[in-house]
């Protein structure tokens, strides 16, 4: 055990031996799962690889299952190891990085950390919620009492730790710490502290502050921030639970920014581009689909189209010119971006639905524990395969790393391998 110059006592448990790194020159052609929705943040697999048809029998096998207390945040995975967050007896917030290849935990790192939610969040469970982001040297984790902590990933030790409430004297977000951080170069993204903040990743100062709303909905911001290009112009795309916007990812300058219809702040999904239009969808809301164009200040923004399907907890993939959604009334739709009509819709599926896309195949992870593979077809819904992977139920977004697939059910981690046969 270690004080702190916090004066909270963290425990960390190293262990060395056995932990079979990955030569450098190996890494890079190694697939890995970084950040939140992949190597790209949007639920796509840079390149493709080739996916089976089917799910049963020798085409998915597991590897490995470690049990582990809950949590919402998906795994990270890189090029040797399987980073993991759980919430323990209510009490303390726990990070391990397992052995890629046997699961076996190579280290732990653990805080206090642990808070209620309100309304209908508790009744899944006051789990730590945000998934890590990793950089090829560091772990950035959010925990549930709005804090973001930097861990050495190779050892787990903490490096720095920044406490928002303390930082800015902003309110315990009601649903505590959700946004899933985003690194790019030296900086790290998050929205916390009752804004979107732009942090150096190497000390945790903070370099740009904006959107600020203490006290309202915006301190519980349930979206995570990505950067996209947007009238020929890197942006940082914003979405908090009340506004979407475009903000320099420099100067932190909001460039646009537009109210978004929720039933109390309810837009959680990560917004999407497309031919630069940004699409999102809320609940109690609509979908969207958003036109910003630059100006003199603030830049405008036009309602290109809206849909009256509602989105929910699930970001939705892009394949082509549609959008693969999960929608409040827990059925899938496919919506033609340039259009806004909707080609298909399905019969009810589970309350949260994770996507991968790969070329024309979509792999979907039901909070009921069910894998469901089906193509993106815009003509019609066609379902490749099904399985039911889990009896427990599976809030964390999924993570595909080459033949490799990760799953984080509520009390496990478990690892599989499929062939393309």
Not at 31 to 54: C, E, L, M, V
Not at 306 to 324: D, F, L, R
Not at 358 to 385: H, Q, T
Request: one cysteine or more.
């Amino acid at each position: 055990m270690r004080l702190t110059a916090w004066g909270c006592v963290v425990c960390c448990t190293v262990i060395l031996a056995g932990w079979g790194v990955v030569p450098a020159a190996e890494r890079s052609s190694v697939a890995t799962w970084p950040q939140w929705r992949g190597p790209t943040r949007d639920g796509q697999i840079p390149g493709g690889s080739t996916w089976p048809d089917k799910l049963g029998g020798d085409n998915l096998v597991q590897t490995w299952r470690v049990p582990l207390g809950p949590s919402y945040s998906g795994p990270i995975v890189s090029a040797d190891r399987v980073f993991v967050t759980e919430t323990f007896k209510e009490k303390e917030e726990i990070v391990r990085a397992l052995d890629r290849e046997t699961g076996k935990v190579l280290w732990e790192q653990r805080w206090a950390g642990a808070m209620n939610v309100p309304f209908f969040a508790k009744s899944n469970g006051d789990w730590i919620r945000s998934t890590p982001a990793f950089d090829g040297d560091s772990l950035y984790v959010g925990g549930i009492r709005d804090v973001l902590v930097c861990l050495d990933a190779q050892t787990g030790a903490e490096r720095w730790r920044v406490d928002f409430t303390k930082r800015y004297k902003s309110s315990l977000p009601a649903f505590g710490f959700v946004c899933s951080p985003l690194v790019s170069g030296d900086a790290i993204y998050v929205q916390a502290g009752s804004s979107c903040l732009k942090l150096n990743k190497t000390t945790g100062e903070t370099i740009w502050r904006t959107l600020t709303d203490d006290g309202g909905m915006n301190g519980s911001a349930f979206s995570s921030p990505s950067l996209a290009q947007l009238g020929g112009t890197e942006q940082l795309l914003v979405q908090t639970r009340t506004t979407l916007a475009g903000v320099d990812p420099g100067s932190g300058a909001v460039q646009w920014q537009q109210e978004v219809p929720a039933f109390r702040g309810m837009n959680i999904l990560t917004p999407l581009v497309y031919n630069d239009g940004v699409f999102t969808s809320s609940y109690g809301g609509k979908s969207f689909f958003y036109k910003p164009s630059r100006g003199e200040g603030q830049g405008k923004v036009e309602t290109a189209w809206t849909n009256k399907v509602e989105g929910y907890m699930s970001t939705p993939v892009i394949v082509g010119k549609h959008a693969y959604l999960h929608l409040r009334n827990q059925r899938l739709t496919c919506i033609d971006l340039g259009t806004g009509q909707s080609t298909w819709t399905t019969t009810p599926f589970g309350k949260y639905m994770s996507f991968v896309a790969n070329g024309d195949k979509i792999l979907a992870l039901d909070e009921r524990g069910e894998l469901v593979l089906f193509k993106a077809n815009p003509e019609k819904y066609e379902e490749l395969d099904r399985r039911e992977i889990s009896e427990q139920d599976c809030w964390a977004h999924l993570a595909v790393c080459g033949e490799e697939v990760f799953v984080r059910e509520r009390g496990a981690m478990t690892a599989w391998r499929w062939s393309a046969k």
